[in-house]
């Protein structure tokens, strides 16, 4: 097949594609709308040598301004075309298709709904083919729509087949006039994403539209360049790139010789094929961006795994061992060969940045710098784009405007709008109260648990302990449990009760508090041993505990994990289970029923047999299909914590009577024998429609026995051979 590389002129005098050079692009940082701070800003980076400027364009307001900035740069005779930079407001790309030399669009948030963004984007080309306008279909890895990574997940082939939609839409109109940019701030993402893109439009559409590459929120300073330098390097290399940015939170200005260096650098040989093994440079900008070209394709792509500097020098002089050892740490993080620092993600600013955001990108790089190696900690300019762009981080510092700031764990704000100057103190607390935090595992569900200082629950943790799984930053807790001393959680006001149930001496009161929180209060022989007060979702709660520690830990975690599971295929169980021959059975019946003695019963006459927990098993479905039981860190009063799973084989309802005869239950009479031995608080819908989902799925797959018995072997033995009959 005969593959056609697609050209024209930006503006009518910038080509692109084929055999064009590579254009170097930047982007200002200023508010669009501050007419001569943008003129000034575009009239340093033209001066610089910028080929292409982007301003942020957030609305129409900011079209006009842009037509203002453009009269004034022509005037001046400054022709580098501008560019408008456009999120979810397709209405601005339509007006700017006027006034722009190019107009970018972001297909992750070009309108809500995909029919829509598809006769918007029509309507798009209609203006800038009369405009003679460029579009850039510009695509990052952190704003897939839902509807792409339901398909694909979040990964360089959900990236590479949302821009097809796209490209195809181009084509169906007959418009080529469109650069593709695949921006992601991990290297490999950005490698692989652009490698899939370049290789589907060469097989699929006979043509290969213009590339813009860049490592999106690369940072900056030296890390900043030695990710740009690895990940545009090596596509550059293969031949794969247009025009570049090097995306730094600095002045952007910087990023025009940065841009420059890494083109020289591949013209110049530093490449895995190239003609250079040992690197000449003239400072030490020159030599870590012509390394990361020589060396960070192989290394990105495990071709080697180390590299040596000897023979390389900076300004004619050999590099010192001390800094080929912090670039060479540098450029295997980059390549995310080994971490040997905290991973920083922080945006180059634009016309939505409201704060200063390379100081502020310095102070949290220095105040963090004694953390983790490879934790990763966004700054983001932004509260419109910044969650969203910051990926994969595990913490985000994100600006909200007014000198506010929301503090995030992973996707999640978790400390919302605090003044700046408090901002950083506070992300460190969090850092650092999550890492002295203890995780457990309970079903293929982690959970954490953070104790106040000073507080000893040494012999209550003791049943978890098989349970404990180290703690990674990267796999978030279905919940979190903070616990503090008594008087450090005031009871809300305006409590409303729901539910109040006292069996044998222990009480648990729930109530909802008016902002939608829960409150519970649990009680031992007419004491209260600890209040909880839970959000929302139930994935975060605080504790305070009084006297009997261990039986309000005990409670609230397993109410947290109830209810926060519910909706995960999951149910935890009031039941014995005992497991033979590769199968677990579970025993059901109200408190008092027999449950632990018909366990007792098979441990001693049913060969083989083992107890798994004898009060609160967890059932779940797991992703196969399979329906397993779990043991726990909770078996009432028999000590039995064991971490183990079993396939269901069967569940046995138990009723005391005078002689011992088996059933079998089906349809909705085995359904009404699950459902009171499984936790939750059902007048909440979604708890609700979690477990209704679960216990369908058990009643239809698995058999549920009825047994009438007296506490004796035969009722076992029954038992035992019908269960283990009907499991085969
Ligand atoms: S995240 Fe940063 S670069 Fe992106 S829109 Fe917000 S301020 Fe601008």
């Not at 930053?473 to 409303?496: H, N």
């Not at 031995?677 to 239809?700: C, M, P, Q, Y």
């Amino acid at each position: 097949m005969v593959v056609r590389d697609i050209s024209f002129s930006i503006a009518g005098r910038l080509p692109i594609g084929g055999d064009a050079p590579v254009i170097i692009q930047t982007m200002c940082n200023t508010s669009t709308d501050d007419i001569a701070a943008s003129v000034a800003q575009c009239r340093a980076m033209a001066a610089a040598g910028a080929g292409l400027i982007r301003l942020t364009t957030q609305g129409l307001k900011q079209v006009e301004s842009l037509r203002l900035i453009k009269q004034q740069l022509r005037a001046e005779g400054i022709l580098t075309p501008l560019v408008a930079d456009i999120h979810f407001l397709a209405d601005a790309a339509l007006a700017a298709a006027s006034v722009a030399d190019k107009v970018r669009i972001n297909p992750g948030n070009f309108a809500k709904q995909h029919e829509v963004a598809c006769t918007k984007f029509r309507e798009l080309i209609g203006l800038c083919r009369q405009y003679g306008t460029t579009i850039r279909i510009g695509l990052n890895h952190g704003s897939l729509g839902e509807r792409i990574t339901s398909r694909f997940g979040n990964t360089p082939l959900a990236m590479k087949e949302a821009v097809m939609e796209w490209l195809r839409m181009c084509i169906e109109e007959d418009f080529y006039q469109v650069v593709v940019s695949l921006k992601a701030s991990n290297p490999l993402v950005m490698v692989e994403a652009y490698r899939l893109l370049d290789k589907a439009m060469r097989e699929e559409l006979g043509c290969r539209f213009p590339l813009h590459l860049g490592v999106t929120e690369a940072g900056g300073g030296d890390e900043g360049r030695i990710k740009s330098a690895v990940g545009i390097g090596t596509l550059l290399a293969e031949g794969i790139g247009n025009t570049i940015r090097v995306s730094l939170t600095e002045d952007p200005v910087h990023e025009i010789p940065a841009g420059e260096q890494i083109v020289a650098a591949i013209d110049a040989g530093y490449t895995p094929q190239g003609r250079r093994t040992t690197v000449e440079a003239l400072d030490w900008n020159d030599f870590i961006i012509k390394a990361s070209c020589l060396w960070g394709p192989s290394l990105l792509d495990k071709n080697i795994d180390d590299f040596s500097l000897e023979g390389s020098t900076i300004g004619g002089k050999p590099v010192s061992a001390e800094a080929a050892a912090r670039f060479r740490d540098m450029l295997l993080q980059a390549c995310r060969r080994r971490f040997t620092a905290p991973e920083y993600i922080a945006c180059p600013g634009c016309g939505r940045t409201l704060y200063d955001l390379e100081s502020t990108f310095q102070e949290v790089k220095r105040r963090t710098a004694h953390l983790a190696p490879g934790i990763k900690i966004a700054v983001m300019g932004c509260v419109v784009n910044g969650p969203g762009e910051m990926a994969d981080a595990d913490y985000g510092y994100v600006g909200e405007g007014r000198g506010h700031v929301t503090l995030y764990r992973g996707k999640e704000p978790v400390v919302r709008y605090i003044p700046q100057e408090e901002a950083i103190d506070r992300l460190l607390a969090l850092i650092e109260a999550d890492q002295q935090e203890t995780t457990f595992c309970v079903a293929g569900h982690r959970f954490a648990i953070q104790l106040a200082e000073g507080l000893e629950l040494r012999d209550a943790l003791k049943p978890y302990a098989p349970f404990a799984v180290p703690t990674e930053l990267s796999k978030q807790p279905v919940f979190r449990l903070q616990v503090v001393p008594q008087d450090a959680l005031p009871q809300p006001d305006g409590l409303t009760e729901e539910f109040n149930q006292d069996d044998d001496g222990s009480q648990i009161q729930v109530c909802r508090a008016p902002d939608g929180s829960s409150w519970f209060a649990f009680s031992l022989w007419g004491k209260l041993s600890g209040a909880m007060l839970a959000r929302p979702g139930f994935d975060q709660a605080t504790l305070a505990v009084a006297t009997h520690p261990e039986f309000a830990l005990s409670n609230a975690l397993m109410v947290l994990y109830a209810l926060r599971t519910a909706s995960l295929q999951t149910a935890l169980f009031h039941a014995a289970v005992i497991g033979h021959g590769g199968r677990g059975y579970l025993f059901l019946g109200r408190s008092g029923t027999g449950k632990s003695t018909h366990a007792r019963l098979w441990l001693k006459h049913i060969p083989g047999s083992e107890l798994v927990n004898d009060d609160n098993p967890v059932v779940r479905v797991d992703a196969d299909g399979i329906i397993r039981v779990y043991g726990s860190p909770w078996s009432g009063k028999t000590p039995c914590y064991k971490n183990m799973s079993l396939p269901v084989g069967g569940f046995l309802q138990l009723a005391q009577a005078p002689y011992n005869k088996i059933r079998r239950l089906r349809g909705i009479e085995a359904y009404a024998v699950l459902v009171p031995s499984i936790s939750g608080k059902r007048w909440d819908r979604a708890i609700a429609d979690g477990l209704h989902w679960t216990e369908n799925a058990l009643v239809s797959r698995v058999p549920v026995w009825y047994l009438d018995c007296l506490p004796d072997e035969a009722a076992a033995r029954l038992s035992a051979e019908t269960l283990t009959a009907s499991a085969e």
